[in-house]
């Protein structure tokens, strides 16, 4: 048997819709097919919405604990593992600056600090070339973030001494 479909505009088999208890039949409107891209879209157009919300879901207590006793399973290392070696596999150049930076930091040529600003700032590792690190800088509208030799070229900016480049 079929059913009509409003959204894709095809007789589409019974059995290719979700059920719902309110409908005359006990099927939604659109086919399975359809609602699946609605619900793609909508978590798309509202993907910030859905960030906070999963976000939020995961701090809660009872999912913080049980993912901490599953860590400490056997499957929970093995998935630990696995997920780490993955990461290293699909992000090399993350790795590899990573591994410079730390290296830095341990030879004392680069320190650890928080935003002097407001602390809001996020520097994140985007590649490395060469011996370079790129880093990519989230801040606020409101904070200003210049390079260093950007901030010497600006007016009423005093010039900086050696020792602070």
């Known amino acids: 048997m079929k059913k009509y479909c409003r959204q894709c505009d095809q007789d589409v088999r019974?059995?290719?819709?979700?059920?719902?208890?309110?409908?005359a039949d006990g099927l939604m409107a659109v086919c399975k097919g359809c609602h699946r891209a609605n619900v793609k879209a909508n978590r798309e157009a509202n993907a910030g919405y859905y960030r906070e919300y999963e976000r939020g879901r995961?701090?809660?207590?009872?999912?913080?604990e049980a993912r901490e006793q599953y860590a400490q399973t056997?499957?929970?290392?093995?998935?630990?593992?696995?997920?780490?070696?993955?990461q290293r596999e699909l992000?090399?150049?993350?790795r590899k600056a990573r591994v410079i930076a730390g290296n830095a930091i341990r030879d004392g040529r680069?320190?650890?600090?928080?935003c002097e600003v407001c602390g809001n700032v996020v520097v994140t590792v985007i590649g490395?070339?060469?011996?370079?690190?790129?880093?990519g800088i989230e801040a606020p509208r409101e904070v200003s973030v210049l390079r260093g030799e950007l901030l010497d070229r600006q007016p009423g900016a005093a010039p900086r001494r050696p020792s602070e480049k």
């Open 14 to 23: 019974r059995a290719d819709y979700y059920r719902h208890p309110y409908t």
């Open 58 to 64: 995961s701090n809660l207590p009872h999912r913080v």
């Open 74 to 86: 056997p499957e929970g290392k093995a998935a630990h593992i696995r997920a780490h070696r993955r």
């Open 91 to 94: 992000r090399p150049l993350q």
């Open 110 to 114: 680069l320190t650890r600090k928080p």
């Open 128 to 135: 490395v070339e060469g011996g370079r690190v790129m880093l």
